[in-house]
């Protein structure tokens, strides 16, 4: 997992699990990742809008909305961007096959790599037998979550006056506690196993908020991560390679961009 520190160009990006209209999102992060890679083709992986939240109640700052002009913006110039709806988003999946404002949607897709590789696009969640068959168990876990994002910007607000860099509690917690660490495996299982059905040479994701890269069997499994902690992204590079790209703190972004302006 590299971290991103620099402008460059991929040919394919994939983003999901921004939770736009949650406290939780990391906006302005996003943001700053975001003017360092260009791209000719950018998939929103799903959970990008967080529809579920926005109903409890509004919350909806300016960056949240500079993201979407962002998302626009990209389209607007000939950037090929697909929106592949996920379950917190999932009123999307309504206009499948439709074009909006230049975004395409779509329940799934299939992409092919500069190698000619398949991968079959999805957000996930329909693979998740808590979301389908235990949805009122979904939505504790999905408060419990909340509870401990809340409990993370706490901690974190204290390492930066303390001169630390960001760490995740629930990235942590999610490594050492045995059923998550069961439920990251069935889920990776799962969906490797409908790729090689499909018969695909992999898939790509997101929903957990787990970043990963790895072979499973014949099949690539990849998950872009999230915006709400890890703050990752998958990249595809001009000769079809994958990458998962983690971006650094606001502040690295703030200086390399001042770095740029002052060059130029």
């Not at 790729?195 to 998950?223: F, K, P, S």
Request: aromatic residues 10%; proline residues 2%.
């Amino acid at each position: 997992m590299n971290v991103v520190g620099f402008p460059r160009r991929v040919r394919t990006l994939w983003i999901s699990d921004i939770h736009l209209g949650t406290r939780g999102c990391r906006a302005d992060d996003l943001l700053a990742f975001l003017r360092t890679v260009e791209c000719a083709t950018l998939y929103l992986v799903g959970d990008i809008v967080d529809c579920w939240r926005l109903k409890e109640s509004w919350y909806w700052p300016t960056s949240h909305q500079a993201v979407v002009r962002e998302f626009l913006r990209r389209a607007d110039i000939g950037v090929d961007v697909i929106f592949v709806p996920g379950n917190h988003d999932e009123a999307a999946r309504e206009f499948d096959g439709l074009e909006m404002a230049g975004i395409k949607i779509r329940a799934e897709a299939i992409h092919v790599t500069a190698d000619n590789r398949r991968f079959l696009v999805v957000h996930g969640d329909g693979f998740d037998g808590v979301v389908r068959y235990a949805r009122w168990l979904y939505h504790l876990g999905d408060w419990s979550y909340r509870v401990m994002l809340q409990c993370n910007r706490v901690f974190n607000q204290v390492r930066r006056v303390c001169g630390l860099p960001y760490w995740s509690l629930s990235g942590f917690l999610k490594h050492r506690v045995k059923n998550a660490v069961q439920f990251i495996a069935d889920f990776e299982n799962v969906l490797a196993q409908e790729a090689r059905q499909r018969g695909v040479d992999g898939v790509i994701c997101g929903h957990i908020h787990h970043a990963e890269m790895r072979t499973i069997g014949d099949i690539l499994y990849c998950n872009d991560g999230d915006w709400t902690e890890s703050c990752t992204a998958l990249v595809e590079h001009f000769d079809g390679q994958l990458e998962i790209l983690q971006a650094g703190t606001l502040s690295r972004f703030k200086s390399r961009a001042a770095e740029l302006a002052t060059a130029s």
